[in-house]
Structures are given as structure tokens and as C-alpha cells.
């Protein structure tokens, strides 16, 4: 199937940092990408949808100017936390959605963020 | 808005035993149905999907669902459990939104446990 990656795997930070995730499709090109967030024990809730060349579109609660969103290519989006706190620290998860013969979203193997 | 719901957080078999994971769907059209696995710090794996072709539907590594209209339902089933089954399954719903892709709303989450 196709692959999505994500970097870093795993990052600690100091509280008011700001981090930066990428996420990639490897072998397909990805018009549209997600991301998720998921706190320790519970499900994933969708953050925001990256559209390649215009803004992404945030679910309602999640801050955008914290939650800094860029879908520069169709292969990468990036995911920056700015001045990042406790609360923050969180196993971030992104998906692409693959076009035809797979059709359907293919999920990175996520991010754990610690933020001190 | 669409959504699944999944009775049961935590879900204990025996090996070799039966699994049966169960999850309802809220629709108001025929939808698109997913079961995803996660195993510990990973990303989603998909397990098998439902897109309104053959109502019985086979997965990965053994798993398969009904998809039951008349029950809002779509539980996943396993015949014999592995130790390497153990892992937790998520339920998913798409929703077409505007702009023409689909939105995934996943479920609570069960976590399977297998004894030995």
C-alpha cells in the first residue's frame, strides 16, 4: 500500500518552544492531508485538513494560530506547535488520502510530542 | 453529522478464541465504514473497509465485518485470536464534505487483550 511518513518520531521540548512535524507520502502524491491528535488512552480527533496550495480548514476548537498548518507540495505538510506548553504533549498523527487505485487515507506512524 | 459508536473499551479473549469487536454507525446515507488497528506508539493500519459493494467484508490478517443496515452495525469478528492480535481497533465513519473529500470520524476505540 502507500506510505506515509512523519518526523520526528518522537520530541521533547521546553515549554514555549515552538516544534515543527512533517509529514510525507513516499510513493503517491497527496492533494489532501490530515491531522490528528490523540491523548494518552483515547481516540484520535481530527484537527485540521491540509489542502495542498490554499489554508487549511481547523475543526472547530482547535486554535489555529497555535496549531500552524503548511501544505507547501503534494507530497509534504507540516504541523508547527508554536510556544508549545504541557497541555500540548500529545501523540500527533497525520494521514494522506491516496488517489485511485487506493482511494482512501493512509495514516503516518505518528508523532509523540513532550513538551517540559 | 456522521459517527460510530463502540461498546466496550477494553475487550478480553482467550487464544484462539472468538473476537468480536462491536461498533454502530449513526448515517443518514449509506456510508463508508473502516476498522483501523494500532498497535502501541504506532500509526493506524487499515483492517478492511465497507463501501456499500458486499456486505460481508474480508480484512487483513484473518479479520472480517458485517455491514448490517437494519442494525446500524458494523462488528468485527475474528474466528481464532493471536497473542499478536492484541492491539487496539478502532471503528471509523466517512463523511463526503464540501470540497469533495471525506472526513473520518473514528470511534472511542477498544483495546483488545489476548490471554494466553
Known amino acids: 500500500g502507500a506510505v506515509v511518513s512523519q518526523h520526528p518520531s518522537w520530541v521533547i521540548c521546553k515549554s514555549g518552544t515552538s516544534v515543527k512535524i512533517e509529514c510525507r507520502s513516499l510513493?503517491?502524491?497527496?492533494?489532501?492531508m490530515f491531522w490528528y491528535r490523540q491523548f494518552p488512552k483515547q481516540s484520535l480527533m481530527l484537527m485540521a485538513t491540509?489542502?495542498?496550495?490554499?489554508?487549511?480548514?481547523?475543526e472547530q476548537g482547535v486554535e489555529k494560530d497555535k496549531f500552524l498548518i503548511n501544505h507547501a507540495s503534494l507530497t509534504l505538510s507540516t504541523l508547527t506547535v508554536t510556544s508549545a506548553h504541557p497541555e500540548d504533549s500529545s501523540f500527533y498523527i497525520c494521514?494522506?488520502?491516496?488517489?485511485?487505485?487506493?482511494?482512501?487515507?493512509?495514516f503516518g506512524p505518528g508523532t509523540r510530542l513532550t513538551v517540559l | 453529522a456522521q459517527s460510530v459508536t463502540q461498546l466496550g473499551s477494553h475487550v478480553s479473549v482467550s487464544e484462539g478464541a472468538l473476537v468480536l469487536l462491536r461498533c454502530n454507525y449513526s448515517?443518514?446515507?449509506?456510508?463508508?465504514l473502516f476498522w483501523y488497528v494500532q498497535y502501541p506508539n504506532q500509526g493506524l493500519q487499515l483492517l478492511l473497509k465497507?463501501?456499500?459493494?458486499?456486505?460481508l467484508v474480508k480484512g487483513i490478517n484473518g479479520f472480517e465485518a458485517e455491514f448490517k443496515k437494519s442494525e446500524t452495525s458494523f462488528h468485527l469478528t475474528k474466528p481464532s485470536a493471536h497473542m499478536s492480535d492484541a492491539a487496539e481497533y478502532f471503528c471509523?465513519?466517512?463523511?463526503?464534505?464540501?470540497?469533495?473529500?471525506?472526513?473520518?470520524?473514528f470511534g472511542t476505540g477498544t483495546k483488545l487483550q489476548v490471554i494466553p
Open positions: 494521514s494522506a488520502r491516496a488517489p485511485l487505485p487506493y482511494n482512501e487515507q493512509f
Open positions: 491540509s489542502n495542498e496550495g490554499s489554508k487549511a480548514t481547523y
Open positions: 510513493d503517491f502524491q497527496a492533494t489532501t
Open positions: 465497507y463501501t456499500s459493494a458486499a456486505t
Open positions: 471509523a465513519v466517512s463523511d463526503l464534505v464540501s470540497g469533495g473529500y471525506q472526513k473520518v470520524t
Open positions: 448515517s443518514s446515507v449509506p456510508p463508508y
